[in-house]
C-alpha cells in the first residue's frame, strides 16, 4: 500500500536559509534578482522541470514574493501559467483562472506543483522594528532593506524522487544520484565468473581514471551469492543510473560490456572506450 503523497508526506525538512541587508530600495531589488538568479541555476542543473511563479507574501510580508515549483500531479499547490504572456503565478495571487497581468482568460494553464523553494523581498518590516540601521551620509542612520530566501534541501530530494520514479524503481536527477555507476559482476561458480575473474575490478578502475567524474561514484556489487537478475532489480529500485553487467561477451582479446541506461531504457553493448564516451556525452554530473 503506498501512503497519500508519498514522500512527501513528511512535512518536516532541512532548509538553507540566507537573508540580505541592503542600504537602499534598488540595490535590495538587485541583490533580490541576482540571488534568484542563483537559484534559476541550482534548478537548471537539477535538470527538473520547474516553473518560478510570483507567491503571496502571507504573514511573512514583504513587497514581493516568488516561488519555486516543480510541476508534479502530487503537488498540493496550483500554479496558474499564461500561454499569452507567459506570466506564471501561485493561484493563491490570482485568486480566480484568469491572468493579472494581461486579463486573459482561455489561454491559460492550471497545474498542481510542489514548492521547493521561496523568496521575499522585505523591505523594511523587520529591520525597523528591530532598529536595524547603518550610518549613511552625514553620519545619520538609516534603515536597512531586508530580503529572505529558503531552499527546502531535503524536500528536493524528496520531490525529485516523486516527480521522477516509477511505480517500481527509484530514478534520480544526475546531479543527485548517491552513485552514477554499478557494475554487477557474474554469480560465484558460474562459468562467466571463471573467464572474467579480474574484469570487474579492472573496469571499475578504467572507469575512474577516464571519467574524473565517476571517482567515489561507482558501486562494484559484490554480492556474489545472489544472481545477475536479482541483484539487476536492486539496482534498478536504488535509482542506478548506469548499470554495467560483466559476462561472457567481458572476455577476450575485444571485451564488450553490457550497459543498461535506466533513464533512457537502453541496453547497449560497448567497448571499455564506449563507455567511457557515452557516459560522458549522457550524463549532467
Not at 520547474?50 to 510580508?61: A, E, H, Q, R, S
Amino acid at each position: 500500500m503506498k501512503p497519500r503523497f508519498g514522500l512527501m508526506r513528511g512535512r518536516e525538512f532541512v532548509m538553507k536559509d540566507m537573508y540580505s541587508f541592503d542600504t537602499d530600495e534598488t540595490s535590495a531589488k538587485d541583490t533580490y534578482n541576482e540571488i534568484c538568479a542563483s537559484y534559476d541555476r541550482i534548478f537548471d542543473k537539477l535538470d527538473m522541470e520547474y516553473v518560478k511563479v510570483l507567491g503571496d507574501t502571507g504573514d511573512i510580508g514583504g513587497t514581493l514574493s516568488h516561488e519555486y515549483q516543480f510541476k508534479a500531479p502530487i503537488g498540493e499547490d496550483c500554479i496558474l501559467s499564461c500561454n499569452s504572456c507567459t506570466f506564471s503565478a501561485n493561484l493563491e495571487v490570482c485568486h480566480e483562472r484568469k491572468c493579472p497581468k494581461c486579463g486573459e482568460e482561455n489561454n491559460v494553464l492550471v497545474q498542481n506543483g510542489i514548492e521547493v523553494g521561496h523568496t521575499f523581498l522585505l523591505g523594511d518590516k523587520y529591520s525597523k522594528p528591530l532598529k536595524a540601521f547603518y550610518l549613511g551620509k552625514n553620519s545619520k542612520p538609516q534603515v536597512l532593506h531586508m530580503g529572505s530566501y529558503g531552499l527546502g534541501l531535503s524536500r528536493i530530494l524528496a520531490a525529485c524522487v516523486e516527480v521522477l520514479s516509477t511505480d517500481t524503481d527509484i530514478v534520480w536527477p544526475d546531479v543527485l544520484v548517491p552513485y552514477s555507476v554499478v557494475i554487477l559482476p557474474p554469480k560465484a561458480g558460474s562459468k562467466e565468473e571463471q573467464v572474467t575473474k579480474d574484469v570487474p575490478e579492472n573496469l571499475y578502475n578504467y572507469l575512474e581514471d577516464s571519467v574524473p567524474s565517476l571517482r567515489d561514484n561507482i558501486v562494484l556489487d559484490d554480492r556474489l551469492s545472489l544472481t545477475i537478475g536479482r541483484r539487476y532489480l536492486d539496482a534498478k529500485r536504488t535509482g542506478y543510473r548506469y548499470i554495467i553487467v560483466i559476462n561472457e561477451k567481458s572476455s577476450g582479446d575485444k571485451p564488450l560490456y553490457e550497459l543498461n541506461d535506466t533513464k533512457e531504457t537502453d541496453r547497449l553493448y560497448l567497448s571499455q572506450e564506449e563507455l567511457v564516451d557515452y557516459i560522458r556525452q549522457n550524463t549532467k554530473f
